[in-house]
């Protein structure tokens, strides 16, 4: 199967995401299995997995209804309560669930410490016993941070979403590859190469402005840690799905047939135990 790793559904609420301001009017409605089916289609993709946007149990049940709703979602990652003294409880209400891979928390938002501290690892530290998968979303300042982490639960399956944010749009590679290159020997952290074009300048990016950061993951994480995202519809902020897609399809254009195979859906499948 082709496999988009990363996207996301929602009912606009401007409430709840305050994070669409003003200047992301194209992302501000709903975007739902019906609008992403079609783009997949005329992309030769198979399927994808959805990912959390809100922290909160809600939406989680939600995207694992939609699920069971539409066969091109292979698996859902959601978010629980990491923090909370009943962990287990609220991971023990989704056990046997095999529709939901994994969690992911907004950690990007988070002050400095928060993935070291003691309930935020307490959390991390129940999700092997239930073969979930946790998504690290983090801005460039906090890989420190999350390498500290990976390295205490070397057990415990973890992948970097888009790239861990580097700041394309200022052209600053060095400090960023520095910290990314630690990643080489946890073989335990994946990465998907998703979300590019919206940490460029939106109207301004280029190709070539993007393949240096390629250079950068495929050099630490190979062919089988990497895998491919839209981060569909945030992508549309700077870029059609198509365009999207381009840039990786370009990137791999020499890569053999069995490496494109393992970025554009094995190593995903693997990954999130997808069918």
Sequence with gaps: MQIDSHQHFWHYDSSQHNWIDEKMMAIRRDFQPPDLLPVLKQNNIDGSVVVQVDQNLEETNGLLALAGQHDFIKGVVGWVDLLSDEVEEQLNVFKGNKMLKGFRHIVQSEPEGFMLSQDFKHGISKLKNYGFTYDILIYPHQLNESLQLVTDFPDQLFVIDHL????????????????????????????????????????????????????????????????????????????????????????????????????????????????
Excluded: H
Excluded at 254 to 261: I, L, M, T, V, Y
């Design 164 to 275: 861990a944010k580097p700041y394309i749009a200022k052209g600053d590679i060095s400090n960023w590859s520095k910290m990314i290159e630690k990643f080489k020997e946890r073989t335990n952290v994946y990465c998907k190469i998703s979300g590019m074009v919206t940490e460029a300048i939106w109207d301004q990016w280029q190709y070539d402005q993007l393949s240096p950061y390629l250079d950068v993951i495929f050099n630490v994480f190979g062919t089988d840690r990497v895998m491919f995202g839209s981060d569909w519809p945030v992508c549309l902020l700077a870029a059609e799905y198509e365009e999207v897609l381009s840039v990786v399809n370009k990137y791999t254009s020499a890569f053999s047939k069995d490496e494109k195979a393992k970025i554009y859906g094995q190593n995903a499948c693997i990954f999130y135990d997808l069918n």
